[in-house]
T-cell receptor, first 112, second 116 residues
Framework: AQSVTQPDIHITVSEGASLELRCNYS??????LFWYVQSPGQGLQLLLK??????LVQGIKGFEAEFKRSQSSFNLRKPSVHWSDAAEYFC??????????FGTGTKLQVIP | DGGITQSPKYLFRKEGQNVTLSCEQN?????MYWYRQDPGQGLRLIYY???????QKGDIAEGYSVSREKKESFPLTVTSAQKNPTAFYLC???????????????FGPGTRLTVL
């Protein structure tokens, strides 16, 4: 069985500060890994994905994520947060078939 | 513009009624999905379809039904058997079909269903 854990339910950062959102997964091999963002009342948008190759992945809106096999982690980072980054962020994994498992999400609040 | 549309945006249902949520995509994607989102629980898979005229149950299919008669359309019916249907429902699609290769999912804007 595959599972995803996002240990932080809610995170608050100051505008301009750096951000790291944690994601840990459980799967028997290397999964496909995704980060999505959701604005209130909206659908999800893909930020970035990892399938293979370079373990540091660049995404849209200045986000990046690093796959660490030894830690079963795929943490999302941004060097300088903007007020428009306030949203809910979801980590997701797939074993290569049609089922994708999503984490429970981390809500990001950005304060001026 | 290619994308996924869901209608209606808000839906109110009386107890005992069936309601159907619409999902249409013009991305020419083979696979389509329905998720339910509740606060603090992330997204849970209700049904998915890899190809026209075929669909599979997800993790929480009880009380729901779907059809996939056209590639573009994947409507979800919330039946009276669903005991707690109030939630935010998201439809998604991906280019993959029976080949089983996972690519990103594209999401619609969602339908918020409230049972009165």
């Amino acid at each position: 069985a595959q599972s995803v854990t996002q240990p932080d339910i809610h995170i608050t950062v100051s505008e301009g500060a750096s951000l790291e959102l944690r994601c840990n997964y459980s799967y028997g091999a290397t999964p496909y890994l995704f980060w999505y963002v959701q604005s209130p009342g909206q659908g999800l948008q893909l930020l970035l994905k990892y399938f293979s190759g370079d373990t540091l992945v660049q995404g849209i809106k200045g986000f990046e994520a690093e796959f660490k096999r030894s830690q079963s982690s795929f943490n999302l980072r941004k060097p300088s947060v903007h007020w428009s980054d306030a949203a809910e962020y979801f980590c997701a994994i797939s074993g290569g078939y049609q089922k994708v498992t999503f984490g429970t999400g981390t809500k990001l609040q950005v304060i001026p | 513009d290619g994308g996924i549309t869901q209608s209606p945006k808000y839906l109110f249902r009386k107890e005992g009624q069936n309601v159907t949520l619409s999902c249409e995509q013009n991305l020419n994607h083979d696979a389509m999905y329905w998720y339910r989102q509740d606060p603090g629980q992330g997204l849970r898979l209700i049904y998915y379809s890899q190809i026209v005229n075929d669909f599979q149950k997800g993790d929480i299919a009880e009380g729901y039904s779907v059809s996939r008669e056209k590639k573009e359309s994947f409507p979800l019916t919330v039946t009276s058997a669903q005991k707690n249907p109030t939630a935010f429902y998201l439809c998604a699609s991906s280019i993959d079909g029976v080949a089983g290769v996972i690519n990103e999912q594209f999401f619609g804007p969602g339908t918020r269903l409230t049972v009165l």
